[in-house]
């Protein structure tokens, strides 16, 4: 059974990092993309990040352009783990952070055809 678990979420100071989690289980991870997405209230769920599947283009990554520069995706696939690493977090991050898996042959990733998915985890940036 295909299984994604995100954790790492909670209240922040504006400034502040936090770093999510999404541990996956039931599948090899090699062989996916992972996406980060993220939903505030009254909005729309939107892409975060998204890093490529092991092979070719190693850890090809991508970002929207509102975290560019301050959140980093990463992966271990030894621990069946994917990262994403927030910085200098502001109120307009706040949101549920989900993470997403997409089976794919390609070296890229984008933020669209995610067919699994986390529970979701809660960020609040507040002071």
């Known amino acids: 059974q295909l299984q994604l678990v995100e954790s790492g979420g909670g209240l922040v100071l504006p400034g502040g990092s936090l770093r999510l989690s999404c541990v996956v289980s039931?599948?090899?991870?090699?062989?996916?993309?992972i996406g980060w997405f993220r939903q505030a209230p009254g909005k729309e769920r939107e892409g975060v990040s998204c890093?490529?599947?092991?092979?070719?283009?190693?850890?090809?990554?991508d970002y929207t352009d509102s975290v560019k520069g301050r959140f980093t995706t990463s992966r271990d696939n030894a621990k069946n783990t994917v990262y994403l690493q927030m910085n200098s977090l502001k109120p307009d991050d706040t949101a549920i952070y989900y993470c997403?898996?997409?089976?794919?042959?390609?070296?890229?990733?984008?933020?669209?055809?995610?067919?699994?998915w986390g529970q979701g985890t809660q960020v609040t940036v507040s002071s």
């Open positions: 997403a898996a997409s089976y794919t042959s390609s070296s890229y990733c984008e933020f669209v055809n995610y067919p699994y």
């Open positions: 039931g599948f090899n991870l090699d062989d996916y993309a």
């Open positions: 890093i490529s599947r092991s092979g070719g283009r190693i850890n090809y990554a």
